[in-house]
């Protein structure tokens, strides 16, 4: 196993303990695997809390600052956080305006986000929930019942994080966040296997010269296996695949997304191939996020996603952000 930590018992500790050295404008309880806005609870703003397990990053705990997130509950690697994280990091952030869960469609994080809001409603936090279920790859998986939430989980949290920090109600964020993922697809490719620091081999088995088209963020089986293409083939296949669920009227947000291990000059021609299949399917793009958003440890390959919006989703999109992962308009 070749590997940059100390024993696998201790990776998210550690990570925690190196983020908040990093980043002195977040709160981190490495304890109780918390992370938060250090200016929190923030007077007269909804909060926004999203979470699932470690090996994504940056998603969640890297949006976690203006603009976006108010707190992140990561758990282990590949595993759900538990409730009494997420009602900690709703008592730490709630303003008496209410709390927004972001939830990934997987069974492990709908079922405890579900009992941290019942938790959290006990204490007398108002919670509503958006459940992010935007991959058109599969309708079931090992992990979900219904699709699974892949990368519309950084729109989700940009967005409404963005109407939260203009003052609006829960239930107009609750709505956007809703909104948002009701028009976004995503479409992944794996090109290798991850491999998780316990296991410290691949989690799935993935021959030489071949790939999976339409695999999970935790490696879960895609659609179909198949010999090496280029990036071109992939870009077509990734971009109908979506386009057969969506078909947008208007500009879209575009996300190509790394895996982890596929670098940059690899990723922006990939961005190359989808730009032109989207021209040449008539999709206009209005904005555009390249790069390693939401990851699955050190898998190669990309996966696509598309958000149809309009002129206040596009002035929400602009709007300033500040956290560790994504900041711009400051």
Same mark, same amino acid.
């Given at each position: *196993? ?13 990570? !925690? ?6 980043? /002195? ?14 200016? $929190?609870?923030? #007077? ?47 008592? $730490? ?23 941290? #809001? ?19 790859? =599969? ?5 979900? $019942? ?16 963005? %109407?939260?920090?203009?003052? *609006? ?5 609750? @709505? ?29 088995? !993935? ?19 198949? /010999? ?21 009227? +208007? /500009?879209?947000? !575009?996300?190509? +997304?790394?895996?982890? #291990? ?17 021209? %040449?399917?008539?999709? @206009? =793009? $209005? ?32 709007? /300033?952000?500040?956290?560790? @992962?994504?900041?711009?308009? *400051?």
């Amino acid at each position: *196993m070749r590997m940059l930590i100390n024993v696998a018992e201790t990776v998210v500790a550690d990570a !925690l303990r190196g983020m908040a050295a990093a980043h /002195p404008e977040l709160t981190v309880d490495v304890e109780h695997r918390v992370i938060v806005r250090s200016d $929190a609870p923030v #007077a007269d703003k909804v909060a926004l809390i999203s979470g699932g397990g470690s090996g994504h990053e940056p998603l969640h705990g890297g949006f976690v600052g203006r603009g976006m997130l108010s707190a992140a509950c990561p758990g282990e690697v590949f595993t759900s956080p538990v409730p009494d994280q997420m009602v900690r990091a709703a008592a $730490a952030v709630d303003s008496g305006k209410g709390v927004l869960f972001i939830v990934k469609n997987y069974t492990g994080d709908v079922m405890n986000f579900d009992m941290a #809001a019942e938790l959290a409603e006990d204490e007398g936090i108002q919670v509503a929930k958006v459940l992010v279920d935007d991959d058109v790859a =599969v309708t079931d998986s090992l992990y979900t $019942a219904g699709r699974r939430g892949t990368g519309a989980t950084l729109f989700v949290e940009k967005l409404a994080g963005a %109407a939260a920090e203009e003052g *609006m109600p829960l239930e107009r964020v609750e @709505a956007i966040g809703r909104q948002v993922n009701e028009r976004s697809r995503s479409f992944g490719v794996a090109l290798s296997a991850c491999s998780t620091p316990a296991k410290g081999s691949p989690t799935f088995d !993935l021959p030489p010269g071949e790939l999976e088209l339409g695999i999970g963020i935790h490696g879960e089986p895609g659609r179909e296996r198949r /010999p090496m293409m280029t990036s071109g083939e992939i870009a077509e296949f990734a971009v109908d695949a979506i386009l057969d669920d969506m078909r947008p009227r +208007n /500009p879209v947000l !575009l996300l190509v +997304n790394g895996m982890g #291990a596929t670098p940059l000059l690899e990723l922006y021609g990939f961005h190359a191939e989808v730009s032109r299949v989207l021209a %040449a399917r008539d999709v @206009a =793009v $209005a904005r555009v996020l390249v790069g390693n958003y939401v990851t699955s440890l050190d898998m190669a390959g990309a996966s696509v996603t598309l958000c149809e919006i309009d002129e206040d989703l596009l002035r929400l999109w602009d709007a /300033p952000v500040r956290t560790p @992962a994504l900041r711009w308009g *400051m």
